[in-house]
């Protein structure tokens, strides 16, 4: 069975539909693991709500796109396994959502770099000044 026959006619199951949407959402979680690795990131409330911040980030880049449902889920997923307040998480979306809106890269060939800017915002001063203003246990 190949690749197209997969594809092909009106089921549910269209990998070949997924294919873009998983590979970036695989290129994101790489880079900011990788990221992670280099330094430590604080506790592990504060890497998971830094993470939050890129799915919604994403989930706004890519609103009315597939794409935009599978961040959602992953900011669904990192809020409920997250230790912060629930106003920690509604400042980090507002922070993310205002920061993807606001930064405008210029691609050099006319492609679409919002990646970038979410995988930027990862490491944004103002984002660790509000994760970190909230410390679980402190």
């Given at each position: 069975m190949g690749v197209n026959s997969l594809s092909a006619g009106s089921g549910f199951l269209?990998?070949?539909?997924?294919?873009?949407?998983l590979s970036m959402i695989l290129l994101v979680l790489m880079v900011v693991g990788a990221?992670?690795?280099?330094?430590?990131?604080?506790?592990?409330?504060?890497a998971s709500l830094r993470r939050f911040a890129v799915s919604s980030c994403l989930a706004e880049a890519y609103k009315g796109r597939d794409v935009a449902v599978d961040a959602l889920a992953a900011a669904g997923g990192y809020f409920e396994t997250g230790t912060m307040s629930g106003e920690r998480y509604v400042s980090?979306?507002?922070y993310a959502e205002k920061w993807v809106r606001e930064k405008k890269y210029q691609s050099k060939h006319g492609a679409?770099?919002?990646?970038?800017i979410c995988l930027d915002l990862y490491d944004d001063p103002g984002l660790l000044g509000i994760i970190k203003e909230e410390v679980p246990g402190q």
């Open positions: 269209q990998p070949a539909r997924y294919v873009p949407a990221g992670a690795m280099d330094k430590p990131a604080g506790s592990a409330g504060q980090v979306q507002e679409n770099l919002s990646i970038m």
